[in-house]
Each structure stands twice: as C-alpha cells, then as structure tokens.
C-alpha cells in the first residue's frame, strides 16, 4: 500500500492554456473521486468512477473540465482553456466498494491560473 | 439537500485539556457522519465515522465523536489534546443517493503547549 500519488504536486499555468492532471489510486481501490478545494472551505466533490465507469459528475463542473480513468486504474483529469477561478487545489481519493466511505486521499495538486 | 456546518473558524485549546470540534448536520434520511484530519502538506485522513448504534464513536488518534440526532450534531472530541492535533478538521455527510461525501468548511485546532 503506497498511498494515492498525484502528479505534479504544483501547475502554474496561463489563462486560457490546458492542463491535465494524474491520479495514481491505492491499486486494489475501485473506487475514485475528484474533489477541489480552496483556501477557507473543504473539498468539494467534482465526479467519481467506479472502475473505468464515471458514475457521477457534479452539476457545478463545466464543460471545460473532463476526467477520465482508462483500465480501471490511474485517473486523469482536463481542464481545458483554464481561468483564474479554476485556481485550487485537486485531490484525488480512492476507495474500496463496501467500504466506500473511508476515502484515502492524496496530497493534491496546486494549481495557480495566471 | 445534504449539508454540514462546522461554526467555527478556529479552537484554541491548551495541551492536556480536553478539546471538543463542533459539527452540525442536515440530512434527509439517516445521517452517514465522517471525521477527517489535514495536517500541512498531507491529504486527508480518516478520523473515525457514524453509521448506526452507539452515539459514541471511537476513532484513530484517540478521538471519539458524539452523535446528538435530537441537535443534529456530530461533535469531534478527546479528552487530553496534545500539540500534534494541531490540524485543519473536517466534518462530512454522506449523500444518501450516490457515494460523494459533502464536506464542512473545517476548523483549525491550534493546541498550546
């Protein structure tokens, strides 16, 4: 048990560019979870896959963000033409089915917009 | 729709005392209740949870939480605080209709040497 990686742990990137982000989960997890957070409030849930499926996808996250898990195994998430309120911090989580509500997180990755 | 409210910002609180992290929650149906600690540059971590049965849950750490279902509370606490809790603390709800966790604002407990 390693832990949940993310990658890179910091993005500082320019209105208007795309930045995509990797989620390692715990390998027997089948379970993961988006969340972003900023500064002053907690994790606010972004979608979540079950396996490869994405099963749910929160109705606050537009069309410029897109996320993805092939094989069941590292997620990836896409936010295209990135603006300055996409700047927070995303945390990836996994978990097992059945024990669904222990999340094991990752330590994030920080982004700051330009 | 499922919410939780941590009132406080901050609690302060000397090493030794007991401390106590308030959460208040609403839910329609029975209440999923979660813990979770984030301690500076590390992710969050699972602190303890409340399904059904004793209002009185035991966690990591030696927290314990106490389930109030006639005040819709969730109080984190433990008797004897020391310097390493020193964390930002978060309360969570579980959404009844999917697998999401709804999180609190959290609280920073500061513990005094």
């Known amino acids: 048990d390693t832990g949940v990686s993310q990658d890179p742990r910091h993005k500082i990137t320019k209105r208007g560019q795309n930045v995509t982000f990797r989620c390692d989960p715990i390998s027997e997890h089948n379970r993961l979870y988006w969340y972003r957070q900023t500064l002053g409030q907690g994790p606010e849930f972004l979608t979540y896959?079950?396996?490869?499926?994405?099963?749910?996808k929160s109705r606050l996250l537009s069309d410029r963000f897109s996320a993805e898990r092939p094989k069941g195994s590292f997620s990836t998430l896409e936010i295209q033409r990135t603006e300055q309120g996409d700047s927070a911090m995303y945390l990836c989580a996994s978990s097992k089915t059945g024990l669904v509500e222990k999340l094991f997180f990752g330590s994030g990755t920080q982004l700051s917009v330009l | 729709a499922q919410s939780v409210a941590q009132p406080e910002d901050q609690v302060n609180v000397a090493e030794g005392n007991p401390l106590t992290v308030k959460c208040t929650y609403s839910v329609s149906g029975n209440p999923y209740l979660f813990w979770y600690v984030q301690y500076p540059n590390r992710g969050l971590q699972f602190l303890l949870k409340?399904?059904?049965?004793?209002?009185l849950v035991k966690g990591s750490y030696g927290f314990e939480a106490e389930f109030n279902k006639s005040q819709t509370s969730f109080h984190l606490k433990k008797p004897s605080a020391l310097v390493s809790d020193s964390a930002l603390y978060f309360c969570a709800v579980r959404d009844p209709y999917g697998n999401k966790l709804v999180f609190g604002a959290g609280t920073i407990l500061r513990v005094k040497s």
């Open positions: 896959f079950q396996n490869e499926a994405q099963l749910e």
């Open positions: 409340y399904i059904t049965g004793d209002n």
